[in-house]
Nanobody, 120 residues
Framework: QVQLVESGGGLVQPGGSLRLSCAAS????????MGWHRQVPGIQREFVAA???????NYADSVKGRFTISRDNAKNTVYLQMNSLKTEETAVYYC??????????????WGQGTQVSVSS
């Protein structure tokens, strides 16, 4: 069974920083993309950042220049460094991995989320 465990969430003041981690465990043949989404109550989950197995990154326009995504392929772990956090970025942050199985079937797994609260 594949499981994603997020950590690093918490309460931070506006302008502060947090570093999220997500470790994938279980049998995984190939992880093509690892990324982060966030969700605010009443609003659909939105894309935040993603990184490919080769290290290429992509960010939502709203976080460019402030967030940095990275990964450790040996540990199947993805990180999200969040700087200059804003109150409107209070949300549950979800880890996501996408790839293919050894039989060529696509998969898409999600973690249970970690709460990030930005408040003074």
């Amino acid at each position: 069974q594949v499981q994603l465990v997020e950590s690093g969430g918490g309460l931070v003041q506006p302008g502060g920083s947090l570093r999220l981690s997500c470790a994938a465990s279980g049998i995984i043949f190939s992880i093509g993309v690892m990324g982060w989404h966030r969700q605010v109550p009443g609003i659909q989950r939105e894309f935040v950042a993603a990184i490919t197995s080769g290290g290429s990154t992509n960010y939502a326009d709203s976080v460019k220049g402030r967030f940095t995504i990275s990964r450790d392929n040996a540990k199947n772990t993805v990180y999200l460094q969040m700087n200059s956090l804003k109150t409107e970025e209070t949300a549950v942050y979800y880890c996501n991995i996408k790839g293919v199985t050894e039989r060529g079937h696509a998969y898409d797994y999600w973690g249970q989320g970690t709460q990030v609260s930005v408040s003074s």
